[in-house]
């Protein structure tokens, strides 16, 4: 238990709110204006510090930027020149004061002037943090380009690499050759086809008929034989269906000759018409074993940044060394910084 004295100190340091045994609160904020009113500057610095350090006591935006207004004069006036520059600094650069610039007709001149050379300053700070920061996008941009160009490049050789042209010459004389050769030859693949099957088939069919015809014509010729030597044993009818079968297939092939020497004179003369002396064509071929990783993923042999080190500076090494020499006392100071 606590004694009755110690008990009574205790009650009356949190009702009077003496720094360091109670916590700061909006409190201090008025009673430091007070104080700075009355030209109790020393007071009035203590409160406000009570009030905003190490955190503000107060979650009204408004009120933390008067206590910094304040506190700022506060340091101007006890001759605290570095603390004041310090929390104009806070007060400038601070998201929730940016926009609460400080009242000229409410501080003293010297109040001002240190809060405009500090402005001054910030903004300088800032203009050159965003030149920094466009700089650095502007060099990336740039990069990215670069590498997307040389990615691009990589692509197009590859693509080079994968390709071959070969001309081939042509002679009329194969143009002269049946079965879509002559086509072909041109590079006209489609009625190549069309008339290398079609003359096949043509062909395919004369052949059969021819062989039928024979076949049927020796059938005949047989049938006579016999009929001759023992014409009561051999019916008339057998004879007949052979006559017409050996006319029907003699028939057939000869239009089958006819068409077929009719389509092929069309071809050649299809490839005459269309002669093509000299055909280009384009042909894959597959990249070296050293080549293949770079086909499948250009991208990843794009040029790496390098990036200096951290405890390497550019105007650190290209530093020269720095002799200097200074009066000092009834003598004189030397050094030299590397």
């Not at 004295?5 to 109670?22: D, E, I, W």
């Not at 050159?128 to 490049?153: G, K, L």
């Not at 794009?302 to 003598?331: F, M, N, V, W």
Request: glycine letters at 6%.
């Amino acid at each position: 238990m606590l004694r009755p004295s110690l008990a009574l100190t205790t009650v009356v340091a949190l009702s009077l709110g003496v720094p360091g045994m109670a916590g700061a609160d909006e409190g201090s904020f008025f009673d430091g204006r007070a104080a700075y009113r009355d030209g109790d500057y020393p007071r009035a610095v203590a409160l406000f510090e009570d009030f905003l350090l190490p955190v503000p006591a107060s979650n009204d935006a408004v009120l933390v930027c008067q206590a910094r207004k304040y506190l700022i004069a506060g340091y101007v006036l006890v001759r605290q020149e570095n603390a004041a520059r310090e929390e104009a600094r806070r007060l400038l650069t601070e998201e929730a004061c940016r926009e609460s610039p400080l009242d000229r007709t409410s501080f003293p001149e010297a109040v001002v002037v240190l809060y405009d050379e500090v402005k001054a300053a910030v903004e300088v700070e800032e203009r050159e943090a965003a030149a920094r920061r466009e700089a650095v996008q502007r060099e990336e941009r740039e990069r990215q380009v670069a590498e997307q160009a040389r990615v691009e490049t990589i692509r197009e050789l590859i693509e080079v690499a994968t390709t071959e042209t070969v001309e081939e010459r042509n002679s009329r004389w194969v143009a002269l050759l049946p079965f879509g050769i002559g086509q072909i030859r041109n590079g006209h693949r489609r009625a190549g086809l069309f008339f290398a099957i079609t003359e096949g088939l043509l062909a395919g069919a004369t052949l059969g008929t021819f062989l039928a015809h024979q076949y049927y014509a020796n059938e005949v010729n047989e049938f006579q034989n016999a009929l001759e030597a023992n014409p009561e044993r051999l019916p008339e009818f057998r004879g007949a269906r052979l006559d017409q079968l050996e006319r029907r297939f003699r028939v057939s092939n000869q239009v089958l000759w006819a068409t077929t020497g009719a389509v092929m004179i069309a071809g050649v003369i299809d490839a005459q018409v269309r002669y093509v002396p000299v055909r280009t064509e384009t042909r894959r071929r597959p990249l070296p074993r050293s080549l293949r990783e770079v086909g499948e993923d250009p991208a990843a042999f794009a040029p790496e940044r390098e990036e200096p080190e951290e405890d390497e500076k550019p105007s650190d090494l290209q530093r020269p060394p720095d002799l200097t020499i200074r009066p000092a006392g009834l003598g004189l100071s030397l050094r030299l910084r590397f």
